[in-house]
């Protein structure tokens, strides 16, 4: 009994961890409520897990303010045009799929194109902003580059909310359970599991870069 308890038991450290992104996910939803505040909020949680993954262990909520108040400016410089231009090319899309004449349906897949190029390009922004102590341009370059380059990764990571949201559109019952593991722990353990091929990339890119071994580089 004394071993299942021990803190080096994997079915505590599985619990830990379990606890963890369950802490984590509040702290994002809370700081993610007036929206404008998702970028700084993703970047903090970022951080976290990337000091995880560090195996240090941070005190969580410290943790997050400090890092959700030091990338705030630099994550909702980005955040901002990005959710609006998001936002417009997803109701493009909407509109020349259900609203105006059919015969202009297919307008929505150049804006669905567009869209998920600004997606592949953007989405290691935040990740870098958390790793990363450098202007928002260039770490905005940077993604770009990154994303071309390991772009069967940056798909995965782009195609599993997608297929999540599929997934929770297939009835009333499937929604509800998709948001209440969501608003439970989904965005922390999500959050987790991208920063393995983050991490991953990140490091395969500053070995290429530098004369550094991957055991030099502490990301």
């Known amino acids: 009994m004394n071993k299942f308890f021990s803190p080096d038991n994997f079915a ?7 606890c963890d992104w369950m802490y984590i996910n509040i702290l994002f939803i809370i700081c993610s409520i007036p929206i404008f505040t998702i970028g700084a909020s993703l970047t903090a949680m970022y951080s976290i897990v990337f000091k995880k993954l560090r195996k240090e262990e941070p005190p969580i909520a410290k943790t997050f303010f400090k890092e959700f108040k030091a990338n705030f400016k630099k994550s ?3 955040w901002i045009p990005f959710m609006l231009i998001c936002a417009f090319l ?12 059919p015969a202009f349906s ?3 897949y150049p804006a669905s194109i567009f869209l998920f190029i600004i997606v ?12 990363f102590d450098s202007p928002l341009k260039a770490i905005i370059k940077n993604s770009v580059l990154l994303a071309v380059v390991n772009f069967p990764t ?4 782009i195609i599993i909310p997608v297929f999540i949201f599929l997934l929770a559109m297939l009835s009333g019952k499937a929604t509800i359970i998709v948001i209440s593991l969501f608003l439970f722990f989904g965005f922390g353990a999500l959050a987790y599991f991208y920063c393995l091929f983050f991490k991953r990339i990140f490091i395969k890119t500053l070995m ?3 004369d550094m071994d991957e055991d030099d580089i502490d990301i």
């Open 76 to 78: 909702t410089i980005f």
């Open 120 to 131: 592949c390009a953007t989405v290691l922004v935040l990740p870098q902003i958390a790793v």
């Open 90 to 101: 997803t109701y493009d899309v909407y509109l020349a799929h259900s609203v105006i004449d």
């Open 12 to 18: 505590m450290k599985a619990l830990s961890m379990f």
């Open 106 to 108: 297919f307008l929505q």
């Open 154 to 157: 940056i798909f995965l990571v």
């Open 208 to 210: 290429k870069n530098s």
